[in-house]
């Protein structure tokens, strides 16, 4: 793609890749206002590697939001042949599709009855994951930066956080899944921490529960302790106190 340049989902955000720099494993682009910058070659592989596994990725959930101009990223992959792209819940998909349906250096929207399969697949996996995801929780990290904080805990595991919905996202390895959750949607009394979770059959008139994707969670405090409880109950029942 060196030499190209390629338009933008986002109408007004062009870029043009100049060069490829193998050496420090960087892409070499100037943007659509003339200003160059450069994106890691580890960016796009991480990319890619979602790409892989999912049936369809939003770039930022992807990346955790990180970095500056991260549609530029976006716009190198939807510009690949094999590259389409739609929308899904108001935001930004890519999708990795067989064959070359067009031109590198193109975009293509997909087509509205494909996107509309994929979309109602993505709403099965997207709930089957979130339940699944939440009702293994060992601990709920709560903070207000959490796009800092998961990329934090990104270099230090070695893993990779996932998105399971806005202000949601998950790391988990052999032993431990854990949740880091902004704190805006947790009731008002939990302060930013890290919190152990267990199933619990009970219910204390003193404790605050609330839901959390589907999830019911009660917040206790106990002889200066602070932990969650996980219930399995339907969140419809749940009154809300303080969210």
């Given at each position: 793609m060196a030499g190209l340049d390629i338009q933008s989902i986002t109408p007004g955000s062009s870029i043009s890749i100049v060069s490829i720099d193998y050496d420090n494993k960087r892409i070499i682009l100037t943007s659509s206002s003339g200003k160059f910058r450069s994106r890691p070659f580890s960016e796009l592989e991480k990319l890619w590697v979602a790409l892989s596994n999912s049936q369809a990725i939003h770039v930022d959930?992807?990346?955790?939001?990180?970095?500056?101009?991260?549609?530029?990223?976006?716009?190198?992959?939807?510009?690949?042949?094999?590259?389409?792209?739609?929308?899904?819940?108001?935001?930004?998909?890519?999708?990795?599709?067989?064959?070359?349906?067009?031109?590198?250096?193109?975009?293509?929207?997909?087509?509205i009855l494909d996107a509309e399969r994929l979309k109602t697949e993505l709403d099965s996996i997207d709930n089957q994951e979130q339940a699944r995801s939440i009702n293994n929780t060992t601990a709920i990290v709560v903070c207000s930066n959490i796009k800092h904080l998961s990329r934090y805990f990104e270099a230090l595991s070695g893993r990779c956080c996932i998105a399971l919905g806005?202000?949601?996202?998950?790391?988990?390895?052999?032993?431990?899944?854990?949740?880091?959750?902004?704190?805006?949607?947790?009731?008002?009394?939990?302060?930013?921490?890290?919190?152990?979770?267990?199933?619990?059959?009970?219910?204390?008139?003193?404790?605050?529960?609330?839901?959390?994707?589907?999830?019911?969670?009660?917040?206790?405090?106990?002889?200066?302790?602070?932990?969650?409880t996980r219930h399995h109950t339907n969140t419809s029942s749940i009154r809300y106190l303080e969210v």
């Amino acid at each position: 793609m060196a030499g190209l340049d390629i338009q933008s989902i986002t109408p007004g955000s062009s870029i043009s890749i100049v060069s490829i720099d193998y050496d420090n494993k960087r892409i070499i682009l100037t943007s659509s206002s003339g200003k160059f910058r450069s994106r890691p070659f580890s960016e796009l592989e991480k990319l890619w590697v979602a790409l892989s596994n999912s049936q369809a990725i939003h770039v930022d959930s992807v990346l955790l939001g990180s970095g500056s101009s991260r549609n530029q990223p976006e716009t190198i992959l939807a510009n690949l042949p094999y590259i389409e792209w739609f929308k899904y819940k108001g935001k930004k998909h890519l999708s990795l599709v067989l064959g070359n349906p067009h031109r590198i250096g193109t975009l293509k929207k997909m087509d509205i009855l494909d996107a509309e399969r994929l979309k109602t697949e993505l709403d099965s996996i997207d709930n089957q994951e979130q339940a699944r995801s939440i009702n293994n929780t060992t601990a709920i990290v709560v903070c207000s930066n959490i796009k800092h904080l998961s990329r934090y805990f990104e270099a230090l595991s070695g893993r990779c956080c996932i998105a399971l919905g806005e202000g949601l996202y998950q790391i988990a390895n052999d032993n431990t899944n854990m949740l880091i959750v902004n704190k805006v949607l947790v009731p008002i009394v939990v302060q930013e921490g890290v919190y152990s979770v267990f199933d619990s059959k009970l219910e204390h008139s003193d404790s605050i529960p609330f839901a959390l994707y589907n999830a019911v969670f009660t917040f206790h405090q106990e002889e200066g302790l602070k932990f969650f409880t996980r219930h399995h109950t339907n969140t419809s029942s749940i009154r809300y106190l303080e969210v």
